[in-house]
């Protein structure tokens, strides 16, 4: 698999684009890994929540909005798990724990930002695909049910 990597998301201030040969096949494959990070629902939500500065879990859910408590201890242990995020004191006066962005979490947020703004651009083609896959689907399943 060859892996389009732009310097800016590596992190780099310089324009250019290299490229990372990477076998897709492998259990171990790095760019695999990236994907999995991000393919959990609600991990890449978190992360981008947490952009602005560390949060206590109330105030994530609020900001979030549709996550339960469940799933979102579950996530923020993920991430935590996975070096993403941190679990830290919240700040004078106020109680519990916060969590926040380390490092290495922060280098995802470019990853983040591009897969969103394809979404915005793209969402609207996907959501029809998928609507014009569902009369299909469901002829289909009507024709093995006979």
Known sequence: MRVRASDASLGRPSGTIRYVNTDPLLADCRARLAFDLLSNTWNAVVLWSLRE??????????????????????????????GL??????????????????ALGRTLLPAIDAF??????????????QEAAEPAEEAEEAGGAA
Not at 58 to 67: C, K, P
Not at 85 to 102: E, K, M, N
């Open 53 to 82: 500065g560390p949060l206590r879990p109330v105030e994530l859910r609020g900001r979030i909005g549709g996550i339960s408590s469940k799933v979102l201890t579950e996530t923020l242990r993920r991430l935590q798990y996975n």
């Open 85 to 102: 995020v941190d679990r830290r004191p919240p700040g004078p006066g106020r109680p519990g724990v916060a969590y926040g962005l380390t």
């Open 116 to 129: 969103g703004a394809w979404a915005f651009e793209h969402g609207d083609e996907v959501m029809a695909a």
